[in-house]
Protein backbone atom coordinates (compact mmCIF):
# COMPACT_ATOMS: atom_id res chain seq x y z
CA UNK A 1 0.00 0.00 0.00
CA UNK A 2 0.92 3.87 -0.84
CA UNK A 3 1.16 6.57 -3.23
CA UNK A 4 0.79 6.32 -6.62
CA UNK A 5 3.37 8.06 -8.86
CA UNK A 6 1.87 11.24 -10.81
CA UNK A 7 3.43 12.35 -13.52
CA UNK A 8 5.05 15.89 -12.47
CA UNK A 9 7.68 18.46 -13.60
CA UNK A 10 10.24 19.16 -10.79
CA UNK A 11 8.39 21.99 -9.73
CA UNK A 12 5.39 19.53 -9.32
CA UNK A 13 3.19 20.87 -12.29
CA UNK A 14 0.79 18.04 -13.52
CA UNK A 15 2.89 16.35 -16.68
CA UNK A 16 0.97 14.57 -19.72
CA UNK A 17 3.16 13.22 -22.37
CA UNK A 18 2.09 15.89 -24.56
CA UNK A 19 3.19 18.65 -22.33
CA UNK A 20 6.58 16.76 -21.63
CA UNK A 21 7.47 15.68 -25.16
CA UNK A 22 5.70 18.56 -27.66
CA UNK A 23 5.16 21.61 -25.64
CA UNK A 24 9.32 22.39 -25.21
CA UNK A 25 9.77 21.75 -28.97
CA UNK A 26 6.59 23.12 -30.55
CA UNK A 27 7.56 26.14 -32.78
CA UNK A 28 11.44 25.30 -32.71
CA UNK A 29 12.45 22.19 -34.58
CA UNK A 30 11.77 21.99 -38.09
CA UNK A 31 11.03 19.02 -38.78
CA UNK A 32 7.94 18.69 -36.51
CA UNK A 33 4.98 19.78 -37.48
CA UNK A 34 1.28 19.04 -35.40
CA UNK A 35 -2.27 19.49 -37.34
CA UNK A 36 -4.82 19.19 -34.92
CA UNK A 37 -8.60 18.93 -35.54
CA UNK A 38 -7.57 16.84 -38.61
CA UNK A 39 -9.12 13.05 -38.46
CA UNK A 40 -7.31 10.06 -40.35
CA UNK A 41 -9.03 7.76 -42.18
CA UNK A 42 -6.92 5.15 -43.34
CA UNK A 43 -3.06 4.08 -44.10
CA UNK A 44 -2.52 4.25 -48.22
CA UNK A 45 -0.57 1.41 -49.30
CA UNK A 46 1.30 0.55 -52.34
CA UNK A 47 2.57 -2.12 -53.41
CA UNK A 48 3.21 -3.72 -50.11
CA UNK A 49 4.26 -0.14 -48.60
CA UNK A 50 2.60 2.23 -46.11
CA UNK A 51 3.08 5.82 -48.50
CA UNK A 52 0.94 8.36 -46.67
CA UNK A 53 -1.83 9.29 -44.08
CA UNK A 54 -4.94 10.21 -45.17
CA UNK A 55 -6.99 12.63 -43.41
CA UNK A 56 -9.88 14.69 -43.43
CA UNK A 57 -9.16 18.09 -42.62
CA UNK A 58 -10.60 20.45 -40.17
CA UNK A 59 -13.01 22.19 -42.28
CA UNK A 60 -14.96 18.28 -42.32
CA UNK A 61 -14.81 18.88 -46.11
CA UNK A 62 -11.85 18.41 -47.67
CA UNK A 63 -9.76 15.78 -47.69
CA UNK A 64 -5.70 15.88 -47.69
CA UNK A 65 -3.05 13.28 -47.73
CA UNK A 66 0.71 13.74 -46.28
CA UNK A 67 3.10 11.12 -48.09
CA UNK A 68 5.99 9.66 -46.61
CA UNK A 69 9.48 10.23 -47.26
CA UNK A 70 10.60 6.83 -45.03
CA UNK A 71 7.97 5.59 -42.76
CA UNK A 72 4.78 5.63 -41.48
CA UNK A 73 4.29 5.42 -37.95
CA UNK A 74 0.53 4.64 -35.97
CA UNK A 75 0.00 5.79 -32.53
CA UNK A 76 -4.13 5.95 -32.16
CA UNK A 77 -3.97 3.69 -29.41
CA UNK A 78 -5.41 0.34 -28.99
CA UNK A 79 -8.92 1.35 -30.09
CA UNK A 80 -8.21 3.41 -33.43
CA UNK A 81 -4.90 1.43 -34.12
CA UNK A 82 -6.83 -1.98 -35.24
CA UNK A 83 -9.72 0.21 -36.88
CA UNK A 84 -7.23 2.44 -39.04
CA UNK A 85 -5.02 -0.95 -39.73
CA UNK A 86 -8.33 -2.43 -40.76
CA UNK A 87 -9.60 0.67 -42.69
CA UNK A 88 -6.51 0.38 -44.61
CA UNK A 89 -6.77 -3.44 -45.99
CA UNK A 90 -4.56 -4.98 -43.08
CA UNK A 91 -6.86 -7.37 -40.74
CA UNK A 92 -8.80 -10.06 -40.43
CA UNK A 93 -9.67 -11.25 -43.84
CA UNK A 94 -13.49 -12.30 -43.64
CA UNK A 95 -14.38 -9.43 -41.53
CA UNK A 96 -13.02 -6.83 -44.20
CA UNK A 97 -14.86 -8.29 -47.05
CA UNK A 98 -17.94 -7.85 -44.69
CA UNK A 99 -17.36 -4.34 -45.69
CA UNK A 100 -15.99 -4.86 -49.05
CA UNK A 101 -13.11 -3.24 -47.85
CA UNK A 102 -9.72 -5.00 -50.19
CA UNK A 103 -7.43 -7.08 -48.00
CA UNK A 104 -3.75 -6.18 -48.36
CA UNK A 105 -2.95 -8.32 -45.64
CA UNK A 106 -5.34 -10.81 -44.08
CA UNK A 107 -3.36 -10.14 -40.31
CA UNK A 108 -6.07 -12.21 -38.21
CA UNK A 109 -4.75 -11.06 -34.85
CA UNK A 110 -5.61 -7.27 -35.44
CA UNK A 111 -8.14 -6.47 -33.03
CA UNK A 112 -7.97 -9.76 -31.28
CA UNK A 113 -6.44 -10.24 -27.77
CA UNK A 114 -7.91 -6.80 -26.48
CA UNK A 115 -7.03 -6.42 -22.76
CA UNK A 116 -8.17 -3.69 -19.91
CA UNK A 117 -7.73 -3.99 -16.08
CA UNK A 118 -11.82 -4.03 -15.01
CA UNK A 119 -12.32 -2.80 -11.56
CA UNK A 120 -15.09 -2.97 -9.46
CA UNK A 121 -16.47 -0.34 -6.43
CA UNK A 122 -17.10 -1.14 -2.62
CA UNK A 123 -18.31 2.31 -1.32
CA UNK A 124 -19.32 3.67 2.06
CA UNK A 125 -20.97 6.67 3.45
CA UNK A 126 -18.29 8.67 5.88
CA UNK A 127 -18.85 9.40 9.19
CA UNK A 128 -16.77 12.76 9.28
CA UNK A 129 -16.21 15.61 6.21
CA UNK A 130 -14.12 14.41 3.12
CA UNK A 131 -11.35 15.96 1.77
CA UNK A 132 -12.49 18.44 -1.02
CA UNK A 133 -9.25 19.26 -2.77
CA UNK A 134 -6.25 16.88 -3.85
CA UNK A 135 -3.29 15.84 -6.88
CA UNK A 136 -5.87 13.92 -7.58
CA UNK A 137 -8.51 11.77 -6.33
CA UNK A 138 -7.18 8.57 -6.41
CA UNK A 139 -3.51 8.92 -5.00
CA UNK A 140 -3.54 5.71 -3.01
CA UNK A 141 -3.90 2.21 -3.36
CA UNK A 142 -3.10 -1.20 -2.77
CA UNK A 143 -1.23 -4.07 -4.54
CA UNK A 144 -1.81 -7.54 -3.52
CA UNK A 145 -2.20 -11.50 -4.34
CA UNK A 146 -5.31 -13.37 -4.37
CA UNK A 147 -3.39 -16.47 -3.28
CA UNK A 148 -0.21 -17.73 -2.46
CA UNK A 149 2.50 -18.84 -4.46
CA UNK A 150 2.22 -15.83 -6.92
CA UNK A 151 5.58 -13.88 -8.03
CA UNK A 152 3.54 -10.43 -8.41
CA UNK A 153 0.29 -9.09 -7.58
CA UNK A 154 -2.91 -9.77 -9.88
CA UNK A 155 -4.93 -7.23 -7.62
CA UNK A 156 -4.82 -3.53 -7.47
CA UNK A 157 -7.17 -1.53 -5.58
CA UNK A 158 -7.63 2.41 -5.79
CA UNK A 159 -8.56 4.40 -2.74
CA UNK A 160 -10.67 7.68 -3.60
CA UNK A 161 -12.08 9.97 -1.23
CA UNK A 162 -14.81 10.56 -3.13
CA UNK A 163 -18.16 9.10 -4.05
CA UNK A 164 -17.26 6.82 -7.17
CA UNK A 165 -21.32 6.35 -8.33
CA UNK A 166 -21.26 6.45 -11.98
CA UNK A 167 -22.03 2.86 -12.83
CA UNK A 168 -24.08 1.92 -9.19
CA UNK A 169 -26.91 4.77 -8.56
CA UNK A 170 -28.22 3.60 -11.61
CA UNK A 171 -28.73 0.31 -10.25
CA UNK A 172 -30.52 1.62 -7.17
CA UNK A 173 -27.89 1.19 -5.02
CA UNK A 174 -28.01 4.22 -2.51
CA UNK A 175 -25.31 7.15 -3.12
CA UNK A 176 -23.79 9.76 -0.94
CA UNK A 177 -22.31 13.16 -1.24
CA UNK A 178 -19.60 12.64 1.52
CA UNK A 179 -18.43 9.58 0.93
CA UNK A 180 -14.86 7.36 0.03
CA UNK A 181 -14.50 4.49 -2.07
CA UNK A 182 -11.93 1.36 -2.75
CA UNK A 183 -12.22 0.17 -5.87
CA UNK A 184 -10.40 -3.51 -6.66
CA UNK A 185 -9.38 -3.91 -10.34
CA UNK A 186 -7.85 -7.63 -11.40
CA UNK A 187 -4.28 -6.22 -13.07
CA UNK A 188 -3.68 -9.94 -14.45
CA UNK A 189 -6.55 -10.42 -16.31
CA UNK A 190 -7.95 -13.47 -18.71
CA UNK A 191 -10.12 -12.49 -20.51
CA UNK A 192 -9.85 -11.05 -23.99
CA UNK A 193 -12.12 -9.21 -25.96
CA UNK A 194 -12.43 -7.61 -29.59
CA UNK A 195 -12.24 -4.47 -31.27
CA UNK A 196 -14.07 -4.66 -34.90
CA UNK A 197 -15.28 -2.17 -37.83
CA UNK A 198 -19.01 -0.98 -37.50
CA UNK A 199 -18.78 0.41 -41.16
CA UNK A 200 -16.07 1.22 -43.80
CA UNK A 201 -17.09 4.87 -42.77
CA UNK A 202 -13.57 6.06 -40.64
CA UNK A 203 -16.40 8.55 -39.02
CA UNK A 204 -18.05 5.46 -37.15
CA UNK A 205 -16.74 4.50 -33.74
CA UNK A 206 -15.07 1.08 -33.81
CA UNK A 207 -17.00 -1.84 -32.06
CA UNK A 208 -15.48 -2.60 -28.84
CA UNK A 209 -16.40 -5.67 -26.81
CA UNK A 210 -14.61 -5.95 -23.91
CA UNK A 211 -15.62 -9.51 -22.88
CA UNK A 212 -14.96 -8.78 -18.91
CA UNK A 213 -15.37 -11.66 -16.97
CA UNK A 214 -15.50 -14.35 -19.77
CA UNK A 215 -12.54 -16.31 -19.12
CA UNK A 216 -13.48 -20.15 -18.62
CA UNK A 217 -11.80 -20.89 -15.33
CA UNK A 218 -13.75 -18.20 -13.57
CA UNK A 219 -10.35 -16.18 -12.46
CA UNK A 220 -11.10 -12.78 -13.03
CA UNK A 221 -14.32 -13.14 -11.05
CA UNK A 222 -12.36 -14.84 -8.30
CA UNK A 223 -9.96 -12.09 -8.11
CA UNK A 224 -12.57 -9.40 -8.19
CA UNK A 225 -14.23 -11.21 -5.48
CA UNK A 226 -11.37 -11.94 -3.66
CA UNK A 227 -10.41 -7.69 -3.82
CA UNK A 228 -14.48 -6.65 -2.17
CA UNK A 229 -13.54 -8.93 0.43
CA UNK A 230 -9.96 -7.51 1.58
CA UNK A 231 -11.79 -3.73 0.52
CA UNK A 232 -13.94 -5.05 3.52
CA UNK A 233 -11.78 -6.07 5.50
CA UNK A 234 -9.51 -2.64 5.34
CA UNK A 235 -12.20 -0.40 5.89
CA UNK A 236 -12.88 -2.33 8.88
CA UNK A 237 -9.67 -1.67 10.73
CA UNK A 238 -10.04 0.91 13.54
CA UNK A 239 -8.08 3.77 11.77
CA UNK A 240 -10.78 3.33 8.23
CA UNK A 241 -13.74 2.32 10.90
CA UNK A 242 -13.87 5.97 12.25
CA UNK A 243 -14.65 7.32 8.89
CA UNK A 244 -16.99 4.78 7.81
CA UNK A 245 -20.73 4.58 7.85
CA UNK A 246 -23.30 2.34 5.89
CA UNK A 247 -21.47 0.45 3.13
CA UNK A 248 -23.98 1.87 0.01
CA UNK A 249 -22.36 -0.87 -2.58
CA UNK A 250 -22.58 -3.97 -3.00
CA UNK A 251 -24.25 -3.02 0.70
CA UNK A 252 -23.84 -5.76 3.81
CA UNK A 253 -26.68 -8.23 2.14
CA UNK A 254 -24.40 -9.34 -0.57
CA UNK A 255 -21.94 -11.52 0.69
CA UNK A 256 -21.93 -14.70 -0.87
CA UNK A 257 -19.64 -15.59 -4.04
CA UNK A 258 -22.77 -15.51 -6.52
CA UNK A 259 -24.07 -12.42 -4.47
CA UNK A 260 -20.59 -10.80 -5.06
CA UNK A 261 -20.15 -11.87 -8.79
CA UNK A 262 -23.82 -10.78 -9.57
CA UNK A 263 -23.37 -7.10 -8.40
CA UNK A 264 -19.39 -6.16 -10.13
CA UNK A 265 -21.22 -7.82 -13.77
CA UNK A 266 -23.68 -5.41 -13.59
CA UNK A 267 -21.80 -2.36 -12.05
CA UNK A 268 -18.13 -2.91 -13.08
CA UNK A 269 -15.81 -0.12 -14.81
CA UNK A 270 -12.97 0.39 -17.04
CA UNK A 271 -9.98 1.51 -15.54
CA UNK A 272 -9.44 3.21 -18.89
CA UNK A 273 -6.24 0.88 -19.74
CA UNK A 274 -7.48 -0.76 -23.32
CA UNK A 275 -4.06 -2.13 -24.90
CA UNK A 276 -2.88 -5.62 -26.78
CA UNK A 277 -5.09 -5.59 -29.68
CA UNK A 278 -2.05 -5.10 -32.38
CA UNK A 279 0.13 -7.27 -30.16
CA UNK A 280 4.01 -8.33 -30.85
CA UNK A 281 5.25 -12.06 -31.29
CA UNK A 282 7.55 -13.82 -32.64
CA UNK A 283 7.35 -15.56 -36.47
CA UNK A 284 5.87 -18.64 -34.54
CA UNK A 285 2.50 -16.29 -33.26
CA UNK A 286 0.32 -16.92 -35.70
CA UNK A 287 -1.87 -13.71 -34.13
CA UNK A 288 1.49 -11.21 -34.13
CA UNK A 289 0.35 -8.18 -35.78
CA UNK A 290 3.67 -6.74 -35.05
CA UNK A 291 7.50 -8.39 -34.72
CA UNK A 292 10.06 -7.42 -32.01
CA UNK A 293 11.38 -4.06 -33.38
CA UNK A 294 6.98 -2.37 -34.31
CA UNK A 295 7.48 -3.50 -37.89
CA UNK A 296 3.71 -4.51 -39.23
CA UNK A 297 4.18 -7.96 -40.71
CA UNK A 298 3.35 -7.99 -44.33
CA UNK A 299 3.31 -4.24 -44.74
CA UNK A 300 6.78 -2.17 -45.43
CA UNK A 301 7.63 0.89 -43.99
CA UNK A 302 4.65 0.75 -41.10
CA UNK A 303 5.31 0.59 -37.37
CA UNK A 304 3.23 0.60 -34.68
CA UNK A 305 3.87 2.76 -31.27
CA UNK A 306 1.34 2.46 -28.54
CA UNK A 307 -0.11 -0.01 -26.29
CA UNK A 308 -1.86 -2.31 -28.67
CA UNK A 309 1.45 -3.52 -29.26
CA UNK A 310 1.51 -5.06 -25.76
CA UNK A 311 1.33 -8.87 -25.55
CA UNK A 312 -0.35 -8.72 -22.25
CA UNK A 313 -0.84 -5.55 -19.83
CA UNK A 314 1.59 -5.17 -16.72
CA UNK A 315 -0.22 -5.52 -13.24
CA UNK A 316 0.67 -1.45 -13.29
CA UNK A 317 -0.94 1.79 -14.97
CA UNK A 318 0.65 1.52 -18.55
CA UNK A 319 1.17 5.01 -19.43
CA UNK A 320 4.87 4.96 -18.35
CA UNK A 321 4.79 1.75 -20.56
CA UNK A 322 3.45 3.03 -23.35
CA UNK A 323 6.06 6.07 -23.11
CA UNK A 324 8.82 3.96 -22.95
CA UNK A 325 7.53 2.53 -26.37
CA UNK A 326 7.52 5.50 -27.75
CA UNK A 327 10.70 6.22 -26.60
CA UNK A 328 12.06 2.86 -28.30
CA UNK A 329 10.56 3.21 -31.36
CA UNK A 330 12.65 5.91 -31.82
CA UNK A 331 15.80 4.27 -30.85
CA UNK A 332 14.39 1.64 -33.72
CA UNK A 333 14.14 4.66 -36.30
CA UNK A 334 17.37 6.15 -35.81
CA UNK A 335 19.31 2.71 -35.88
CA UNK A 336 17.35 1.65 -39.12
CA UNK A 337 18.00 5.13 -40.59
CA UNK A 338 21.38 5.35 -39.47
CA UNK A 339 22.36 1.66 -42.01
CA UNK A 340 19.81 2.53 -44.56
CA UNK A 341 18.19 -0.17 -43.30
CA UNK A 342 13.96 0.03 -45.00
CA UNK A 343 11.76 -0.86 -42.74
CA UNK A 344 10.42 -4.94 -43.39
CA UNK A 345 8.93 -7.07 -40.93
CA UNK A 346 8.94 -10.97 -41.58
CA UNK A 347 5.47 -11.28 -43.48
CA UNK A 348 1.94 -12.16 -41.85
CA UNK A 349 2.06 -15.94 -40.87
CA UNK A 350 -0.35 -18.16 -42.21
Known amino acids: ?84 LMLSGVGPGDHLREFGIETIVDSPGVGENLDDHVEGIVQWDAKKPMIRHSTQWWEIGVFATSQEGLDRPDLMMHYGSVPFDMNTARWGYPTTENGFCLTPNVCRGRSRGTVRLR ?84 DSDPLAVVDPRLRVRGVRCLRIADGSILPFLPAINPCITTMMIGEKCSDLLKEDARVGVEAVAPPAIA
Request: proline share 7%; charged share 25%.
Open 199 to 282: SRDFRDRARVDPRYFTDPEGHDERVMAFGMRLARKIVSQPAMAEWAGQELAPGPDAQTDDELIDYMHKTHNTVYHPACSAHMGP
Open 1 to 84: AGWFQINSAPDNTRMSASHAYLHPIMGSRPNLEIRTHSWVNRVAIEDGRAVAVEYLTPDLLTHAQVRARREVILSAGAIDTPKL
